[in-house]
């Protein structure tokens, strides 16, 4: 196994790039810790499969170099690498049977028959056919098929590292949430570094222990959920993480306060003069109604029951604010004004996050 390093990556292509936008892959400098569990998100288009080839060797970038460890791989092919990688659709070989597919790796590896037979059997286990050994692949459906990706990707124990571009989108939902925690509990068993690619947070979050977030070519955070959560680095991991995503209103910062459309809102940490598109961001988790005449004046759209907790749906002149209650909480019918949790806004320029000047105590962790 290996730390993977990405050092000063980027990637065209387009045989003469010029500018930025040329680049699927703008300038990237990453490490991936050894044996860690990560998620790569972000919407379709934003470079996640580009960084995934350009790891496991389909793909050489236009700059920078891939190392595995203190080893320059960057020219070397997927073979070379040791590198195990499940795609969205399945690669099988429809004349074999679903035990030799799963045997594949191991067997052109040269390994013991003995070996190859238990671990088929256990992996076979894992993705649920270990009924079905003896059947020839073809004539499964697309949904089996991507099992038995799935499990020639993780037969093998000497990996350096098990890439998943999307490996469950034709998977039913019900299995999708099995094999997430299978991978999981695979990940455990063996510290395998995994980098499992997806658009949707929720894979993410319940799969990985770090979560890298992409948009537009860039990596715009990388941390945990916790953190992806509390202190999204940039808008896009405001909006595109939780659900609904965070609020986000233009403003105007000086001090202690932000204005928003004539109205104050306080802000726990000082800022200093910001030049340059200025927002706040706050999560409808700490967004509340006011019960006195402090806060923005909102018109209540509508209000959806959604089991655990009711989401609040609000104009504020024009722009759109969510907040979500508590399950059963009362929303008297003159209800009209909304507050923040100053600790909880963010403040961004130009997209990304500005630490407030003085440290704020971090807020209690609390249940959401
Ligand atoms: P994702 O996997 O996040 O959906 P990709 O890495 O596939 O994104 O694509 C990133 C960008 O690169 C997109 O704009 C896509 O159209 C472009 N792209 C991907 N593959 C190729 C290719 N082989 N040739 C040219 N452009 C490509
Ligand atoms: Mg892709």
């Not at 500018?19 to 470079?47: I, M, P, R, T």
């Not at 202690?256 to 988790?285: K, N, S």
């Given at each position: ?54 790891i496991s060797g389909l793909l050489i970038p236009t700059r920078g170099r891939v190392l595995f460890g203190d080893r320059d791989v960057t020219r070397a092919d997927t073979v070379q ?288």
């Amino acid at each position: 196994m290996a730390r993977i390093t990405l050092d000063n990556l980027a990637h065209s292509y387009l045989p003469k790039p010029t500018d930025d936008d040329d680049f699927a892959l703008k300038q990237l400098d990453h490490v991936w810790n050894d044996g860690e569990a990560y998620a790569l998100l972000g919407a379709s288009g934003c470079g996640k499969s580009t960084l995934l080839n350009i790891i496991s060797g389909l793909l050489i970038p236009t700059r920078g170099r891939v190392l595995f460890g203190d080893r320059d791989v960057t020219r070397a092919d997927t073979v070379q690498r040791n590198i195990a990688q499940v795609f969205q659709f399945p690669v099988v070989y429809d004349t074999m049977t679903v035990g030799d597919n799963l045997a594949f790796p191991l067997r052109n590896r040269g390994m013991d028959p003995a070996y190859v037979a238990g671990r088929v059997q256990k992996i076979a286990a894992m993705i649920g056919m270990d009924q079905v050994m003896n059947r020839k692949a073809r004539g499964l459906t697309a949904d089996a098929k991507q099992k038995i990706s799935l499990g020639r990707g993780m037969v093998r124990e000497d990996v350096n590292a098990i890439l998943f571009d999307e490996p469950l989108t034709v998977i039913d939902p019900h299995m999708k949430w099995e094999l997430r925690t299978q991978l999981k509990a695979l990940h455990n068993e063996f510290g395998h570094t995994m980098i499992y690619v997806t658009h949707d947070q929720t894979e993410a979050l319940t799969f990985a222990d770090k979560v890298v977030v992409m948009h537009d070519g860039r990596v715009v955070q990388l941390g945990t959920p916790e953190e992806l959560f509390d202190a999204p680095e940039h808008t896009f991991v405001g909006y595109f993480i939780g659900s609904p995503g965070m609020n986000l209103l233009e403003a105007e910062v000086s001090g202690h306060m932000a204005r928003v459309a004539g109205h104050e809102v306080p802000l726990a940490g000082g800022y200093r003069a910001l030049d340059g598109r200025v927002q706040i961001g706050v999560r409808p988790e700490f967004v509340s109604l006011s019960d006195d005449d402090e806060g923005l004046p909102v018109t209540i759209r509508r209000i959806e029951d959604v089991g655990r907790h009711q989401i609040l749906r609000a104009d504020f002149a024009g722009q759109p604010i969510n907040a979500i209650l508590p399950e059963g909480a009362p929303v008297p019918a003159d209800a009209h004004r909304l507050k923040f949790r100053p600790e909880r806004v963010n403040v961004y320029l130009d997209d990304w996050r500005v630490p407030p000047l003085h440290s704020v105590a971090t807020p209690q962790k609390e249940a959401v």
